[in-house]
């Protein structure tokens, strides 16, 4: 390029303000580096629902995820542990004279900011709905049908209104967006979107709602099973929840703890309830079961069990459980056995185990999940909706 | 803030600069709003390619500036004319200095040779260039999908650093260079040629040159220092609007050296003439040059706050210092032909002497791991070539590992090798794997780079 011939004119000072408002250019970016926080978080499934402490309660939707500032990553020299090159800095101080940092930050100029972000982190809300939808996509799972029994003649759905809530695949955009004026042209400083725009399809069915689940969820609070196990149970029994809602859209829930004998729980109560005393699993099943037969009717609901316990039960009790269960089983949907066991190479060999596997072997639509540690959870989850899955194909 | 005075002063400040013998091309001010001015400084550019690592970026700048931290009081754009901005909420004594220091920066460009070289090169529009490629880019992106571009631009960006400036922005390929099977825009050759160059047999023919046997040159012929370059035009399956990305982000990277080569030199010449231009500045009320030479302070001042030592150097306040004291002992002169021919490492090292670095406690240190695991910072001494050599050190290579394209194979792979000897170690692994793996999803072929590892012992990092 050559020298452009130069001339002279007055430098210009422009002072109306153009356009400038209107660039937003840094949060459009920031809001790119959030997408791609997410796509990691995603692949940070299996981690992500065996955190106990991501667990909200379920009902919570959302759930909190502490996550890093993505680097941008450059050649850089490696770190010495020690003895670095030396840099420059300025102001008092001898020869051996050794410094500390008062606050972290201090004196570093964010020039190079786009490297090193790893001190800095935020809070990234997750959608409960949104990781339930990743488990589908990583699990390449169907949708699970509703089972049919003979009650139950499959009709079609018909969308009839529309909820506040619902599974993800069934929000109604168009409706949502609507809301979404709806609001801002009425509120003073409105902000794009809020939970309350969003409008999900109903499906209803004329006459039977077939699309009604009742979970049950039973666990065994006796004393060997501590703090750690409870937890174990608390965090299947909630993406199995979430998992069941996909699917049926409204899950109603029972929670039933025992001992040697049974007490239906709000949820709020159900995980802090510990008690003393034997393990008579047969008297959970009773319970439950009168439950599903007073309050719901299996032609009108679809009906999951969930049991989790150590395994352990009173010999005395096995054939009682036995035929519980079997009756039970002919009526459910399914039936799901967390076991937490005290010693994970015993697991299935204990005496629920046992049961479980026996049940199974005479085709009653059961499964069994050994959840021994954190890590777990992502396999048992995993096996509960492949199972599910398959028995629909 | 009045905009009415400001745009009264300014002829005047650069009457006033001309007379002193600054020389300099015209200046477009403009003034906008601070959260302008925050993008402006995050993306070294008004408007420039878009990328997720700009977000973080802004984010800390915002952070930052939410807590008071930090503020922008200029930025400026050397060309023909050059672009400054001013922020709008700054009091009107702040930016009169603004803009006495902007003229500084505009003196000190066009007459600066380094500064010079590369604003010829890269021709005096930059800000209108880097909005035409962002304009580019974000058609590419309608074009391939905002995940290929942002794949391309995660891989130069990520090569910024790496380009060689000893060699012109505009060069030509190695003369005996391999037939490459580079996929050309459709609309230049149309589909036949790239599906020919794929014929079974194709490859060995090209290793002799017509047949006579002759082997050919080896690619690169030396170590070829600018990998910005080296992919854009011989990445095996690069398409055009992928080589059109890689120059974009090398043409702005050849721009932004002479800035980080000549910061200390450049901002203390800025910082040098806002305070003097103001002093000598008649005209200006004697309360708004007493409010400006506060704000002259706080710009200058070498420790944040009410500290009394910092671990970093202040280059506004190091670089004042320095040509104050140039143009006391040597005049004005000698200062104008040096701010002409030196960069920030000959004017360190001819000029940054032990009475000075004495006079302003300037020191070396090092960092170690205390026990606990937290950073202790040792001063080393005051010896004035290590401090020299202290301050300088981040400059080396454009602040960048020596990085270097040993070989291409005839497979299409690319061999990198990391000079440890002139970098005195090696590279931090795990960084390096994921920069390769940016370059392979460009490159599409083998990526080897070879370091050393923590034992001193070669390691050679691959990702195909």
């Known amino acids: ?393 | 803030m009045s905009n009415a005075e400001l745009a009264e002063f300014t002829p005047k400040l650069e009457g006033l600069a001309q007379d002193q013998g600054l020389d300099f091309y015209p200046v477009d001010f403009e003034v906008v709003p601070p959260s302008f001015m925050m993008e402006v400084a995050v993306y070294g550019l008004p408007v420039r390619m878009p990328h997720w690592s700009f977000g973080v970026r802004y984010i800390y700048q915002y952070i930052q500036h939410r807590m008071g931290g930090s503020r922008i009081f200029e930025v400026v754009f050397p060309g023909n004319p050059n672009r400054a901005y001013l922020v709008n909420n700054n009091s009107l004594p702040e930016n009169t200095l603004v803009t006495a220091h902007v003229l500084g920066h505009a003196d000190f460009s066009k007459n600066n040779e380094l500064f010079a070289r590369m604003q010829s090169q890269v021709g005096y529009h930059i800000v209108e260039q880097a909005a035409e490629r962002a304009h580019r880019i974000d058609e590419a992106i309608n074009e391939h999908g905002q995940k290929r571009v942002e794949a391309a631009l995660d891989a130069a960006l990520a090569l910024e650093q790496n380009i060689d400036i000893n060699f012109p922005i505009n060069r030509a390929e190695f003369p005996e260079r391999m037939e490459r099977r580079r996929r050309e825009d459709p609309h230049e050759h149309g589909e036949f040629q790239g599906r020919f160059s794929d014929l079974p047999g194709e490859q060995e023919e090209l290793d002799t040159e017509g047949g006579s046997g002759s082997v050919r040159a080896p690619i690169p012929p030396r170590p070829e220092y600018d990998l910005l370059w080296f992919i854009a035009h011989y990445a095996p399956d690069l398409e055009g609007w992928e080589q059109d990305i890689f120059l974009s982000v090398r043409e702005e990277s050849f721009y932004f050296y002479p800035v980080f080569a000549c910061q200390i030199m450049n901002e203390g010449w800025a910082s040098y003439w806002h305070a003097r231009l103001l002093r000598e500045a008649e005209f200006l009320p004697q309360q708004l040059y007493l409010d400006a030479i506060k704000a002259h302070s706080d710009v200058v001042r070498p420790y944040a706050g009410d500290k009394s030592v910092s671990l970093s150097i202040n280059p506004y306040h190091v670089g004042f210092q320095m040509w104050e004291k140039i143009i006391e002992e040597h005049g004005l002169d000698t200062a104008l032909r040096l701010r002409a021919e030196e960069d920030d490492f000959s004017f360190v090292r001819n000029w940054l002497d032990e009475n000075l670095a004495e006079e302003l406690h300037l020191f070396s240190y090092k960092t170690r791991r205390g026990r606990g695991g937290e950073e202790q910072y040792v001063i080393q001494d005051r010896d004035i070539h290590a401090l020299r050599e202290a301050i300088l050190h981040p400059k080396f290579n454009y602040g960048a590992p020596r990085v270097y394209v040993s070989e291409m194979g005839t497979d299409g792979s690319l061999m990198l090798q990391h000079d440890h000897q002139t970098d005195g170690k090696g590279l931090d692994v795990d960084r390096a794997q994921k920069v390769l793996e940016y370059i392979q999803r460009v490159w599409r072929r083998p990526v080897r780079l070879s370091t050393l590892d923590g034992k001193g012992k070669e390691q050679i990092l691959e990702r195909s």
């Open chain 1, 1 to 393: 390029m050559s020298e452009r011939t130069e001339y002279r004119y007055p430098s210009r000072m422009a002072t109306e303000n153009r356009w400038y408002d209107l660039f937003s250019r840094g949060s459009r970016d920031w809001l790119r580096h959030n997408e791609k926080v997410r796509e990691t978080v995603k692949e940070e499934l299996p981690n992500l629902i065996s955190g106990s402490d991501v667990l909200s309660r379920p009902s919570d939707r959302t759930v909190q995820v502490p996550v890093r500032f993505l680097e941008h990553y450059r050649f850089r020299l490696r770190d010495e542990q020690d003895e670095g090159e030396a840099q420059a800095g300025q102001g008092d101080g001898q020869p051996g004279d050794v410094l500390r940092r008062a606050k972290p930050g201090e004196g570093e100029s964010g020039s190079e900011g786009g490297s090193g972000g790893g001190e800095l982190r935020f809070v990234l809300e997750l959608k409960v709905d949104d990781i339930v939808d990743w488990i589908w996509e990583e699990l390449a799972l169907p949708d699970l049908q509703p089972k049919t029994t003979d009650a139950l003649t499959d009709e079609d759905l018909i969308q009839e209104g529309w909820d506040k809530r619902g599974p993800r695949a069934r929000l109604d955009r168009r409706r949502t967006v609507k809301e979404a004026i709806k609001r801002r042209s009425v509120q003073e400083e409105p902000t794009p979107f809020s939970n309350e725009d969003l409008r999900f399809r109903q499906l209803a069915r004329r006459k039977r709602p077939a699309t009604n689940a009742v979970v049950c969820f039973l666990l065994d609070v006796s004393a060997s099973m501590d703090e750690t196990r409870r937890k174990l149970a608390k965090s299947f029994f909630f993406w199995a929840m979430q998992g069941l809602r996909r699917q049926y859209g409204d899950v109603e829930a029972v929670f039933i703890a025992h001992t040697n004998q049974a007490w239906e729980f709000s949820e709020e109560e159900f995980f802090q309830v510990s008690a003393t005393g034997g393990t008579v699993a047969s008297s959970g099943f009773r319970l439950a079961l009168d439950i599903f037969e007073d309050r719901y009717d299996p032609a009108q609901y679809n009906q999951y069990l969930f049991y989790a316990s150590d395994g352990d039960n009173f010999g005395d009790d096995r054939r009682s459980a036995e035929a519980l269960l079997a009756e039970m089983g002919a009526m459910v949907n399914f039936m799901g056995f967390v076991e937490t066991p005290q010693n994970p190479l015993e697991a299935s060999k204990s005496e629920m185990g046992r049961l479980f596997k026996a049940l199974a072997a005479r085709d009653y639509p059961v499964g069994s999940y050994t959840v021994h540690e954190e890590g777990d959870i992502w396999d048992a989850i995993r096996q509960f909706f492949q199972h599910q899955s398959e028995e629909v194909a």
